[in-house]
């Protein structure tokens, strides 16, 4: 089952301009994961934030977590039509095995 | 690091057919995962091993679905008599000890007819 809803499902915007999608999950978590999927292909991973974390960034990317509202968000700043892709939210429940409950993902596209 | 490797990257098979997949995870991780992904969806969990040990099943991994890691490297996922149902994106990933963050393969596409 999903554990996550990513919301807008699809986003469009212009070269240069922010996008900004948000992930809310059900359970409590250990970490929360943000992985980007090129059409057709695997996912690659972008940035975790721990359950005791609020903000954390990477490069153009900004993460927030909140966990009383059990919500994320993903900022991507200046965007580039190579950020065009399908972005999903995953849970980590914490325990050894590591296993992920993705959401549904947003489709970005960013046009040049 | 080369990465993780999953074969074939596309199988079209008639349904009632045997498939089965490999991959090949990174060569210092001891998890490895199996995810299934269908259209609009993301990736769903069917199993994990931790070394060659199958410690986690889903429920979506019903008795015509087999995976195995023997010796505690490449895996497969062997799906017997296919049905139109089956037909998904099946990602391996992988993880380092210690470490939360996965590596994915860039998965095998499934089309059962």
Known sequence: SQQGEEDPQALSIQEGENATMNCSYKTSINNLQWYRQNSGRGLVHLILIRSNEREKHSGRLRVT????????????????????????????????????????GTLLTVNP | DTGVSQNPRHKITKRGQNVTFRCDPISEHNRLYWYRQTLGQGPEFLTYFQNEAQLEKSRLLSDRFSAERPKGSFSTLEIQRTEQGDSAMYLCASTRTGTAEAFFGQGTRLTVV
């Open chain 1, 65 to 104: 977590l909140d966990t009383s509202k059990k919500s994320s968000s993903l900022l991507i700043t200046a965007s580039r039509a190579a950020d065009t892709a399908s972005y999903f939210c995953a849970t980590g429940a914490g325990g050894s095995n590591y296993k992920l409950t993705f959401g549904k």
